[in-house]
């Protein structure tokens, strides 16, 4: 007889053959950051003295909303400042991939049809919902096993390392069960993973406002999930029982979810979506023109997050002038210019924050693979648009935004710095400097059309590039990486701006190797077949 949660073992199964390499890409990445990063800064601050610098500088209002609260700082060690540094970091990529697993394998599967079809099996109503509730525990459960062992094999205290894994472990279900309640609530997986990562930035932001009224943690941190696991005081005073409010929460919301799927009609969501009008305006029928209407939310969204990062990390620039002398060992974490330290520290500030308009930049290209696969795009020639004007169109609009996050960054970062030190001129210097770096957010971003124009199948080496140039970014000087290899990203070719003269020849070439790859992509997605691979 067929059950409600009957065929759950098999659906598990498929969606473990489905993820058999995203699974392992992500706790194997994971490991690896996690056990580098250690190393790294067991290696770079090996004196009491530098442990204490940093840890004062931890308890700055800026540095407490981007990497949590801080304990212990009479007595700083290594573990508190490994607490510090990693924890909300790792716990926001167990709650993004709890959020994309559980999306893929629900409301991306309805909306796909391929639901329909296995439940035309002799397969129950909860056993897709049941199966994605395992698969995302086990991959959460195996996540914060690589983040214990990262920090074991370096030798970092057992019970506090354990307590870190299962805080990752467990924040990952509680945000794959909100996943799951947005994908009941929603009726497409784009809606339902915007809605997942919205609520990791609501938590975030939550967790940031009450950790900067309370270095320690307010009140106010409490209501954010994030701050959970953040308050067992990992290396410092272990307490186990917050934990127990992570476990709650993901029971609750996962039964939640289930109580929706009962009360709703597969490949529909609970809410009922208003009708459009009756005719579109003129400027949808263009590919600039949708492509404006269907980036531009996303893009506005992460440009006020992004700007609010930059304007707080500005304002480290000025604490880290008054800390530099008692830690000898900086200059194995970062490359500074100690002649010139706020020029310097706001050249690498820029370059991290340039990796945000280019990861929106391949994400916005990307997404034309998507509405490929669901057989939109064909729908987009009805207006007369060839495949050349339709790529080059969308293109177009989502560089321009691209830029115009980037300059706003650089914008926002000199605001931070200004605030800092009291030198409004650094708010134009910051923003001229962001310029130089819009050659290497375009070549990621012509490189992702280059491979969707000529090798559709290919799409993951554009991440997996990505992925690249974010570690050679972040670890690359503390990995002690040949030059050879970080040579072959973009950021490591851009002029470390303002402090450093500009050669031009390295950002004419980029630019030409992104015409070059634009060409190439555009010319490929004419010649080729829709819904190639």
């Known amino acids: 007889m ?20 995203r699974l392992p890409v992500w706790v194997l990445s994971m490991f690896v950051v996690v056990w580098a990063s250690v190393d790294a800064l067991q290696t770079s601050f090996s004196d009491p003295l530098s442990l204490q610098a940093r840890g004062m500088l931890g308890a700055n209002p800026a540095t407490v909303m981007m990497s949590g609260p801080v304990f212990g700082l009479e007595n700083y060690t290594m573990g508190l400042m490994v607490a510090s540094e990693l924890s909300l970091w790792a716990f926001i990529v167990a709650a993004v991939m709890g ?32 199966a994605s509730m395992i698969l995302v525990a086990l991959a959460s459960v195996a996540l914060g096993g690589a983040v214990s062992a990262g920090l074991l094999i370096p030798g970092m205290r057992v019970p506090d390392s354990l307590a870190f894994g299962l805080g990752t472990a467990l924040t990952g279900m509680v945000f794959g069960a909100a996943a799951a309640v947005a994908a009941q609530l929603s009726d497409s997986a784009r809606a ?3 809605l997942g990562i919205a609520a990791i930035v609501a938590t975030f932001l939550i967790r940031a406002a009450g950790d900067v009224i309370d270095y320690q943690g307010s009140w106010l941190s409490w209501f954010s999930p994030l701050a959970w696991p953040q308050q067992t005081r990992l290396y410092a005073d272990l307490r186990w029982w917050p934990l127990a409010l992570s476990a709650v929460a993901a029971l609750a919301l996962a039964a939640l979810a289930f109580w929706l799927v009962g009360r709703r009609d597969l490949g529909s969501g609970m809410g009922h979506g208003r009708p459009g009008p009756a005719r579109a305006s003129a400027r949808l029928l263009s590919p600039a023109g949708l492509a404006s209407r269907l980036e531009s939310p996303t893009f506005l969204i992460w440009a006020v997050g992004l700007f609010s990062f930059a304007v707080a990390f500005g304002t ?22 100690l002649t010139d330290l706020t020029s310097s520290f706001g050249a690498m500030l820029l370059s991290y924050l340039s990796l945000g308009p280019a990861i929106l930049l391949v994400l916005a290209v990307l997404h034309l693979r998507t509405e490929e696969r669901e057989g939109r795009m064909t729908s987009m020639f ?7 004007r339709l790529l080059a169109g969308w293109f177009a609009v989502v560089a321009a935004e691209a830029a115009a996050v980037l300059i706003l960054l650089g914008f926002g970062l000199g605001v931070g710095i200004a605030l800092g030190s009291g030198d409004a ?42 992925a690249w140039a974010i570690l050679v970014l972040f670890l690359g000087e503390l990995l ?29 070439i980029m630019t030409l190797l992104a015409l070059a790859f634009l060409v190439l992509g555009l010319v490929g997605f004419r010649r080729r077949d829709l819904v190639e691979g």
């Open 2 to 21: 067929t059950t409600q949660f009957t065929g759950t073992g098999r659906l598990l199964r498929l969606y473990l053959r489905l993820d058999r390499f």
């Open 99 to 130: 959020v994309l697993f559980m999306v893929r394998h629900t409301r991306a599967d309805e909306e796909s049809g391929r639901l329909e079809m296995l439940r035309a099996l002799p397969v129950g109503r909860m056993a897709a919902p049941t």
């Open 192 to 194: 339902a993973s915007g």
């Open 316 to 337: 480290l620039a000025d604490e880290l002038e008054d800390v530099i002398d008692v830690m000898p060992a900086l200059d194995d974490w970062v490359v500074l210019d």
């Open 382 to 388: 009805l207006s007369g648009s060839s495949q050349w």
């Open 425 to 466: 001129r650094w708010i134009g210097d910051m923003t001229a400097a962001s310029f130089v770096y819009l050659p290497a957010v375009l070549l990621h971003g012509t490189l992702a059309v280059m491979v969707f124009g000529l090798a559709p199948r290919l799409i993951a080496f554009t991440w997996f590039y990505l």
């Open 480 to 508: 002690r990486l040949p030059d050879w290899a970080r040579s072959t990203t973009p950021v490591w070719h851009t002029p470390a701006v303002p402090g450093t003269e500009v050669d031009p020849l390295p950002l004419i």
